[in-house]
């Protein structure tokens, strides 16, 4: 899809992981990436597992470094440092985070991200670990951390509070080049950023041309669904199952006439491989049925439309979707003609 980095996993944490991202570094043209803490064995791996960058990290809040870390503003400085000269000097990209970097003190943020500039970091990751910002003050720290170093900005955003992809964004819009992001929108609690909106936003909201293959979104969100086993929401933006359906019987007959008039016009189903649907409920219009009993083969009058939209709402008031098989029997039983029909069966 041109997906420009895989962050591949965490290869110290198991052998199968350093297998998993040994083969996923072996197998695709993507920039690859191993996780590692700032320690010497987790580098170490993460570099013999044939990844092309290596991302180190770090804790830089202070409840993290007093009951996570255990360890002092200093020795987490040191162990940064040291951590980013390691994999330098063996050759490979290094990224770096300071994470909970947003509820880390300003000021020794930008110690922690002067020292590994000057260690020749290629890459500062800026993590929202716990989902607490806002897009107006994660934006003013991606700015604030460009004044710092000259390094490309990285950012990473979780979605406890449903701002992930606003915060991914408002990083963009601060200068940040890249963004971390997950498909479905899975990870640690909440989430992450999901990458399907990210995507679509840069592309479709900021005019972007990211490189990514847009067609191939819905299904691949159809992939991850099933191997992660953490079902995809109805409502999910851009991969749900209803995030191009529509009911209300104003939005049916509007975007039947032109579909910008009750979608984004910027993004439509066809760009990320989806299909526009009109679900029939109780909120369906007329409009929605004639198109529906149009689809599949009936020739009805205007009477027989309004007869079958209140069966429609009807049936749709008891919370009960109608599909094509119910609309059918709706049809049948109002007496309208098929186009399959022979002319001896409509006499009869």
């Not at 022979?342 to 009869?348: H, L, N, Y």
């Amino acid at each position: 899809m041109g997906t420009h980095v895989i962050e591949a996993g965490f290869p110290v944490n198991s052998e199968a992981e350093f297998e998993a991202v040994a083969d996923i570094a072996a197998s695709t043209d993507a920039t690859t990436c191993g996780l590692a803490r700032v320690v010497d064995k987790d580098i170490e791996a993460a570099l013999d597992s044939g990844v092309d960058m290596v991302h180190t990290f770090v804790s830089t809040s202070d409840v993290q470094l007093a009951d996570s870390m255990h360890a002092s503003r200093e020795e987490a400085v040191e162990r940064a440092v040291r951590s980013v000269e390691h994999v330098r000097d063996a050759g490979v990209e290094v990224m770096f985070s300071p994470m909970d970097a947003t509820r880390t003190d300003e000021d020794f943020l930008i110690e922690v991200v002067e020292a590994v500039s000057e260690a020749g970091v290629d890459w500062i990751n800026l993590p929202d670990t716990c989902g607490v910002a806002t897009p107006t003050r994660f934006a003013r720290m991606v700015a604030t951390v460009r004044e710092h170093t000259d390094a490309r900005i990285d950012v990473h955003a979780h979605d406890d509070f449903g701002l992930a992809s606003a915060n991914a964004m408002a990083g963009f819009e601060a200068g940040a080049a890249q963004a971390q992001v997950s498909v479905n929108g899975i990870g640690e609690r909440a989430g992450n950023a999901a990458y399907e909106e990210v995507v679509m936003a840069a592309e479709s909201l900021y005019g972007v041309d990211t490189g990514i293959d847009t067609t191939k979104i819905t299904e691949l969100a159809r992939v991850v669904e099933a191997a992660s086993d953490i079902p995809v929401p109805a409502n999910k933006p851009v991969v749900g199952r209803n995030a191009f359906s529509h009911e209300s019987g104003i939005h049916a007959a509007g975007v039947i006439e032109n579909a910008d008039t009750f979608e984004p016009g910027v993004m439509t189903p066809e760009m990320v491989g989806a299909t526009r649907e009109f679900v029939l409920g109780k909120h369906t219009g007329t409009h929605s049925v004639r198109k529906r009993l149009a689809d599949i083969g009936f020739e009805p009058s205007d009477a027989e439309v309004r007869e079958v939209t209140r069966r429609v709402k009807d049936h749709g008031a008891e919370k009960e979707r109608v599909d094509d098989a119910t609309l059918e029997v709706f049809a049948r039983d109002v007496g309208i003609t098929h186009e399959d029909d022979t002319e001896e069966e409509v006499r009869a």
